[in-house]
């Protein structure tokens, strides 16, 4: 299940997606649009600025941007680096694997069963993008 960090991120992704035409946008517009708190939000904006994800402008007409087109946006990327492994057992992650306590991976029938479900959600995010969750809104 994906954190509530990580559907606010993609919360305040689209809206700036939406509204990538004005320019920069206040983090207290996102958070009063999105009805996100603004302490919460600020920590998750900066995550992904600091992850090159998104942007930001100082001063007068500042604020937050996205830094690549809505359709370079991967959603496995945001959801890796807010969340962390996809996978849902650590003995399958790709990026994050750890053995599991008491387990024999040569004969763990959940093990390949969780392999697999690994590799289909992974064919699904790693091939959409912020672009996918704007036109599926409508």
Do not use: W
Not at 68 to 75: A, S
Not at 91 to 99: A, F, G, I, Q, R
């Amino acid at each position: 299940m994906l954190s509530k960090k990580t559907q606010y991120a993609f919360h305040a992704l689209t809206y700036l997606a939406e509204n990538q035409d004005k320019g920069p946008v206040l983090i207290s517009e996102i958070s009063q649009e999105r009805k996100i708190s603004l302490k919460f939000l600020e920590n998750i904006l900066l995550e992904l600025k600091k992850a090159g994800v998104l942007g930001s402008k100082k001063g007068k007409g500042g604020g937050y941007y996205l830094i690549k087109p809505p359709e370079e946006v991967k959603l496995a990327r945001v959801i890796r680096m807010l969340d962390g492994p996809i996978a849902l057992l650590p003995c399958v992650s790709l990026n994050y694997y750890e053995k599991c306590e008491n387990c024999v991976e040569a004969v763990c029938g959940l093990n390949r069963v969780m392999a697999e479900v690994r590799d289909n959600t992974l064919k699904v995010l790693e091939n959409k993008t912020l672009a996918d969750v704007l036109r599926n809104k409508e």
